[in-house]
């Protein structure tokens, strides 16, 4: 897979970033107008805005007046603001349960979608198509129902005797049907799973098998080592993404972040700083805590893969 | 569980399955049963997955007082008064927020299209100044959290009076902002065969030559998945919508849709459900006609 290729690429730079012999660059001219319009882009939308938005961390500034300096008090404020540090710790619990989850479901489901078995193609479309529809509104407000007090959820449970709460109500289950919406679009890293798994060449096992290893064995010493790098790939974007969620909790929570502030994501809660509040450097300020938070957890994501994710070159 | 017999058969039982080894009635019997075991749960798993679904479009069809009363999907009573409710419920027609939403895609679409092939193939193909450079921070953006340049973003859009129109959300399309697509293209581009376009230079045929007349046609198959999910992404977005278009007449479909969570006191569920499945009706389309460039692409990348 060559996105591996690329990924390794990366992994490589991080731990070492010596300077390359330098090329000649014959075709500079044709290179810089092709690129011209994503070069106008990263910019004027991204790096623009990312220093105009550092510089907005430190200011006061609610966008009918200019900003005015205020050092370091959003960061101050920002550390006794209870609400925040509740919505940093629903999003880690977020990002912490669903995203394993999600993909663990996605791994063991690939396993059992043998090469050439049948009904594949059906199994895939089926466990693919939530992924595609997931990120809509419309799933969410299906959520609030399949989940709500009379949804189909506790008429299952019902089946059983069981009376279920009205999960999406309740502050110690909301966050849970989110999370369960994410593990319920496990179809996209499912097929990412499933190209991995058909790279691996056939003449492995069959070395294996000669040697005697059994079915066991074989998973633990030919399929998941050769899959590390893609449940490593998976791993890290996953993470990325969850951190940013929006969508689902704003529409199952009706757009409260509730109940009791249960699923106030912190994407939720900063924009509701910036476009509620009108406190655009506070949410200046908490983009940038995000940005850092993702990227440490990222970099860590990538120390820990040299203890546990094979490259085989 | 420990190894069973088939793991200390001999090599070349392999090529004679089926002929006479010790035991083989045992070992077939016991994979058959494996498989039907197998089949059995993935088919649990798939009626998990689909159900909510299949329960969703059933219910959109349910007299409004029968939703969740019966909550069975096997139901005779069905209407389709869901629909012509739902259709005005939100003050305007829902047409207006399908056409809304179409125009949004269609600018995505184009814009990605044009932007980020462009972008690809220079870094694919040409040696510039900076190249690795730029491809890295390019890689960079696709995670960066769009948060760090949200509220200069949204500065830069209300001084060019471009608030409560469509251009905050198809302009950056055609600059190349989802970087994703030119990763995807990118790696699309390096899979072609080289001698293609060395043959094109021989011939004397310019840059811009070779890409639109060599590198599009043969980069299809990318341009297609790009398109495909283009359309998924922007027709379910929701967030720049949120912030850029606060207007009814110019509310998308995932918009519109909030304001049956918003004024959940009327309690229309049908009303909700159906439009809920109007909405779902085009990404669904596009999953029956891109099913193969999307899984594909997905693949080849490995990003949502």
Same mark, same amino acid.
């Given at each position: 897979m060559s996105s591996l290729g690329e990924l390794r690429t990366l992994a490589r730079a991080a731990r070492s970033s010596g300077p390359r012999v330098k090329e000649k660059h014959p075709d500079n001219k044709a290179g810089f107008l092709f690129l011209l319009p994503w070069l106008v882009g990263i910019l004027v939308f991204t790096v623009g805005p990312m220093l105009a938005s550092l510089y907005?961390?430190?200011?006061?500034?609610?966008?009918?007046?200019?900003?005015?300096?205020?050092?370091?008090?959003?960061?101050?404020?920002?550390?006794?603001?209870?609400?925040?540090?509740n919505s940093f710790?629903?999003?880690?619990?977020?990002?912490?349960?669903?995203?394993?989850?999600?993909?663990?479901?996605?791994?063991?489901?690939?396993?059992?979608?043998?090469?050439?078995m049948r009904g594949l193609s059906f199994y895939r479309s089926v466990f693919?198509?939530?992924?595609?529809?997931?990120?809509?509104v419309a799933i969410a407000i299906l959520w609030r129902q399949v989940f709500g007090k009379e949804g189909i959820v506790n008429g299952f449970l019902s089946w059983f005797g069981i009376e279920g709460p009205g999960w999406i109500a309740h502050p110690d289950f909301a966050l849970g049907t989110i999370i369960v919406l994410h593990i319920w679009t496990f179809g996209s890293p499912m097929v990412i799973f499933l190209a991995g798994l058909r790279q691996i060449p056939d003449m492995f096992y069959e070395a294996a098998e000669v040697d005697g290893a059994g079915r066991v064995r074989r998973f633990f010493s030919i399929t998941l080592p050769l899959l590390t790098p893609i449940i490593f790939f998976n791993l890290v974007l996953q993470v990325?993404?969850?951190?940013?969620?929006?969508?689902?909790?704003?529409?199952?929570?009706?757009g409260t972040g509730g109940p009791s502030d249960s699923t106030m994501f912190f994407t939720l809660y900063l924009y509701k700083q910036a476009f509620t509040e009108l406190n655009m450097g506070y949410a200046s300020a908490m983009a940038w805590f995000l940005l850092l938070v993702i990227g440490a957890i990222t970099g860590l994501n990538f120390w820990l893969s040299k203890y546990w994710v094979f490259y085989d070159d | 569980m420990t190894s069973t017999g088939s793991t200390i058969e001999p090599p070349t039982t392999r090529a004679m399955v089926g002929a006479s080894v010790d035991q083989p009635d045992a070992g077939i019997a016991r994979r058959r049963w494996m498989s039907v075991l197998k089949h059995a749960g993935l088919i649990a798993l798939s009626v998990v997955m689909v159900y909510p679904l299949?329960?969703? @479009? @059933?219910?959109?069809?349910?007299?409004?007082?029968?939703i969740f009363s019966d909550l069975s999907i096997f139901t005779g009573d069905l209407t389709f008064e869901n629909y012509l409710h739902g259709w005005t419920s939100q003050q305007l027609p829902f047409s207006v927020f399908l056409v809304n939403s179409s125009i949004l895609v269609l600018g995505a679409i184009v814009g990605n299209l044009i932007s980020c092939s462009l972008a690809a193939y220079a870094f694919a193909r040409l040696r510039f100044w900076g190249r690795n450079a730029f491809f890295a921070i390019m890689l960079g953006t696709i995670m960066l959290p769009f948060h760090v340049v949200l509220v200069p973003q949204f500065v830069i859009f209300r001084e060019l009076g471009w608030l409560e129109t469509f251009l905050p959300l198809i302009v950056p399309k055609f600059l190349a902002a989802d970087a994703f697509f030119i990763f995807l293209m990118v790696q699309f581009i390096r899979g072609l065969p080289k001698e293609i376009f060395e043959a094109a230079r021989i011939d004397g045929a310019g840059q811009f030559r070779i890409y639109s007349q060599i590198t599009l046609p043969l980069m299809v198959p990318a341009l297609a998945t790009t398109a495909i999910f283009t359309f998924i992404w922007t027709w379910g977005d929701f967030f720049g919508p949120l912030i850029y278009l606060r207007t009814r007449e110019n509310f998308p479909v995932s918009i519109a849709l909030k304001g049956f969570v918003d004024a959940q006191s009327s309690s229309d569920y049908g009303a909700m459900f159906a439009m809920s499945v109007v909405s779902l009706i085009p990404l669904f389309l596009a999953f029956l006609i891109g099913q193969r460039y999307l899984i594909k692409g997905f693949a080849t990348t490995g990003i949502k």
């Open positions: 907005l961390a430190f200011t006061d500034y609610n966008l009918l007046q200019p900003p005015t300096w205020a050092g370091i008090d959003n960061f101050v404020r920002m550390l006794g603001d209870a609400r925040l540090w710790r629903v999003t880690l619990v977020y990002v912490f349960v669903s995203v394993p989850l999600q993909l663990a479901l996605a791994l063991g489901v690939a396993m059992l979608l043998d090469r050439g693919y198509l939530p992924s595609l529809l997931g990120g809509s990325i993404f969850a951190f940013q969620s929006f969508t689902q909790a704003y529409i199952v929570s009706g | 299949i329960w969703l @479009v @059933v219910s959109s069809f349910k007299p409004n007082e029968k």
